[in-house]
């Protein structure tokens, strides 16, 4: 048998690829392809010489013989698959080159570009869960987990070596992971079961696409804002600190990122050993073990809702059999995420009896539902700006931590005018090829989301009032001054919502920064998006926004707070008009007699709320 491993999961084009071999032949090969819109054969090399090594520690480098491999200047940027055979021998072991997947005689790395990609899509191979579900050598960050006493290098935790086969393929998954049910031609957990599908469909599909893995995202703080897109894809459940704090920093600034994954951050890893190991604490989990610690799980220190929109926390799993059909109920239709699947609210799709869309493992927020509209409550961390596309309630043979658990769709932007969907489900890449309306709201997302983003501002009242009431004009600006856009870049504005609102404008067309249109019905979400178009027509910038307008009656409510609110403390807390915990003997001592006129006008507005609340309520006293 052959095995191999690479030094580093990533390389740069036109250097070389270091891989470490161990093999029973004296002798051995290695074919070079990528995998892309096919399974592509780049290259081959000659033979070379080879010897057999024992496996080693889980927790170390194995320390295998490395040979170097030249990347021609043919290699595209990619991932590629090492395949390894045999020579030598009579029955020289070979592996099966249709497929990426295998337990041995692969190995997988990525080749980035050297310098200035003109792509705009980056996609991110889940590197550290590859590897935390491998079980090469006997062990993972799951069954038979090695605990090592922390260094001071290192924390106590679990640990892994990347220096080890099965790196995404050719090793072995973790002993007790069972198979997929509905998808068996592959283990999950490695780069064929829902990476290898999304790429194929990705690229056949006319999507330019640059590749790297956590270990690059870990190390290189100035990756990210090369690209206008990044994507997690599938499985991608073991994040690292700086992994994190550059995927949160890049959002922030206005980079946009697709989660077309589930389990998505769930627990932080320490990288070691020049970083080709990792750490996790997961002891909380692994009480069987009767380790402590300080656990490692996200949701106990700084959910990561607050990057990623959603959290297993509010879902759930479903590892073993076949599991319930559950799909996403749709909520508000007439986002652009929803575009051409002709999909209508409270319809369910990706309800596949073959491979259904939500699970193995799903994500959601917190929710409350209000007049059959789902909003998420941001206690979980969740961002305000969070708007819900779907919701898909587990059932009771989930296994699920949260009292209601559901699966949650939805969209978020930054305070830059980044733009985040999560799909929130690791099967999303397996029902691309089966279900035409997952493929077309995934074309929806890399379309608008692969071009610079745009901040829009509002929306603003322009009849006074600090909420977007319906029926009332709102005004919006696209902020494009982090962006440099032409000056004579072309806005096009879409508003969608129910009733469809009248669209205003700034000039003789709406082709211009700011837009102005009325709010639709009370409780219903509308979106306003802007795309930016310079010369030849071309796409230069796009920005989205969510917000669901208040009623009449919501608008009178938030009035009378804030009104009664003001009439306690109308400054500083250090200097309320009335402060309760004065003598009541005392309080006329400190009343300006200037403010009765201010208490007067408040007290004739809030008596005129009170009557029109009664009014509306049919004139009900527990209105």
């Not at 897109?229 to 922030?252: C, F, K, Q």
């Not at 999303?428 to 610079?452: F, G, Y």
């Amino acid at each position: 048998m052959i095995f191999a491993y690479p030094r580093t999961p990533s390389v740069l084009e036109g250097t070389d690829v270091t891989l470490h071999v161990a093999t029973t032949a004296p002798e051995f090969r290695v074919d070079f392809y990528r995998h892309g819109a096919s399974l592509e054969h780049v290259a081959a090399s000659g033979p070379r010489t080879g010897g057999a090594f024992p496996f080693g520690p889980v927790g170390a480098d194995w320390g295998w013989p490395a040979y170097e491999f030249e990347i021609g200047d043919d290699w595209r940027p990619g991932v590629y698959i090492a395949m390894l055979t045999e020579l030598g021998t009579a029955t020289g072991a070979m592996p099966d080159a249709s497929t990426p997947d295998g337990e041995w005689g692969k190995a997988l790395f990525v080749v980035r570009p050297r310098a200035g990609s003109e792509r705009e899509i980056l996609y991110k191979l889940p590197w550290n869960t590859y590897h935390a579900y491998n079980g090469t050598g006997g062990s993972s960050l799951y069954a038979q987990a090695k605990w090592v006493d922390g260094r001071e290098t290192e924390p106590s935790g679990f640990k892994v070596s990347t220096r080890r086969p099965g790196g995404g393929t050719g090793g072995m998954v973790m002993a007790n992971d069972s198979a997929d049910a509905h998808c068996p031609s592959s283990r999950r957990q490695t780069f064929a079961h829902w990476d290898a599908p999304f790429i194929l469909w990705a690229e056949r599909s006319g999507y330019s696409v640059d590749y790297c893995t956590d270990w690059d995202v870990h190390r290189e703080a100035e990756l990210l804002g090369n690209y206008n897109l990044v994507l997690s894809v599938g499985h991608d459940e073991y994040w690292s600190e700086p992994m994190r704090r550059n995927i949160a920093e890049y959002i922030e600034e206005g980079g946009n990122v697709a989660f077309f994954s589930g389990n998505c951050c769930w627990f932080r890893v320490h990288y070691t050993d020049d970083d080709s190991a990792m750490v996790c604490d997961k002891s909380v989990r692994q009480r069987a073990l009767g380790q402590r610690g300080r656990g490692d799980r996200w949701q106990q220190f700084d959910p990561e809702n607050s990057v990623t929109g959603c959290s297993h926390a509010q879902a759930g799993g479903w590892w073993d059999g076949k599991r319930d059909v559950v799909g996403y109920r749709v909520q508000h239709q007439e986002h652009w995420v929803f575009e051409g699947t002709r999909l209508e609210d409270g319809e369910v799709f990706g309800d596949s009896d073959v491979v259904p869309l939500l699970g193995y493992e799903c994500d959601g927020a917190d929710v409350v539902w209000r007049n059959g509209v789902a909003r998420a409550t941001g206690r979980d961390g969740t961002p305000p700006s969070f708007t819900v596309l779907g919701t898909a309630e587990l059932g009771p043979r989930w296994h699920a931590t949260s009292a209601r658990p559901t699966a949650t769709m939805g969209t978020y932007a930054s305070s830059s005018g980044g733009t985040v969907f999560n799909g929130a489900t690791t099967d999303w890449p397996l029902l691309l090829d089966l279900d035409s309306k997952v493929a077309r709201i995934t074309r929806n997302v890399l379309d608008r989301l692969s071009v610079p983003s745009v901040r829009i501002v509002g929306p603003v009242p322009t009849a006074g009032g600090a909420w977007p009431r319906e029926g009332t004009p709102l005004q919006v600006y696209a902020d494009t001054a982090r962006r440099a856009h032409d000056v004579g870049s072309r806005y096009a504005w879409e508003v969608r919502g129910k009733p469809g609102p009248l669209l205003g404008h700034d000039g003789p067309s709406s082709a211009g920064p700011i837009l102005t249109f009325l709010a639709g019905k009370g409780g219903e979400p509308m979106t306003v998006e802007v795309t930016i178009h310079g010369e030849g027509g071309k796409r230069v910038g796009f920005g989205s926004l969510s917000f669901i307008p208040v009623t009449e009656r919501e608008a009178l409510l938030a009035e009378l707070c804030a009104l009664l609110a003001e009439m306690v403390r109308p400054g500083e807390p250090s200097a309320p008009l009335v402060d309760l915990e004065i003598d009541p003997y005392e309080l006329g001592l400190g009343l300006v007699l200037e403010n009765l006129v201010w208490i007067g006008d408040r007290a004739a507005r809030i008596a005129e709320i009170t009557s029109l609340l009664l009014a509306s309520d049919g004139g009900s006293k527990n209105g």
